[in-house]
């Protein structure tokens, strides 16, 4: 069964940086598409940032492009994102949280299912 551990996130001052990690365990070829959704208090859920841990190019969502960076990390056994969040600002206030499915055939990540998901995770950016 596919599991997801989260870390990271915390409070912070605008203009300020956060880290997220995920790490995936359970599917045998250890290759996913893997990413953030953010749940703001009366907003519909907004996918953020994903990748395929193959590699290729990662999307974002407008609002954070030039902003937030995922990237793979490969020091560890286990397939890990990390989405690197700079210049927060007030309007990234929010839970984030971790999505994987596995890797498909034709590359297309984000997908539409989510086999996956972590806890979620605070990120609360002041004034």
């Known amino acids: 069964q596919l599991r997801l551990v989260e870390s990271g996130g915390g409070s912070v001052e605008a203009g300020g940086s956060l880290t997220l990690s995920c790490s995936a365990y359970g599917y045998t070829l250890n290759i996913y598409c893997m990413g953030w959704f953010r749940q703001v208090p009366g907003k519909e859920r907004e996918g953020v940032a994903f990748?395929?841990?193959?590699?290729?190019?990662?999307?974002?969502v407008d609002s954070v492009k030039g902003r937030f960076t995922i990237a793979k990390d490969d020091s560890r056994s286990a397939a890990t994102v990390l989405l690197q969040m700079n210049n927060l600002s007030p309007e990234d206030t929010g839970i984030y949280y971790c999505?994987?499915?596995?890797?498909?055939?034709?590359?297309?990540?984000?997908?539409?299912?989510?086999?996956?998901w972590g806890k979620g995770t605070q990120v609360t950016v002041s004034h």
């Open positions: 999505a994987a499915e596995p890797a498909r055939v034709d590359s297309t990540c984000p997908g539409q299912d989510w086999p996956a």
């Open positions: 990748m395929d841990t193959r590699g290729g190019t990662p999307y974002y």
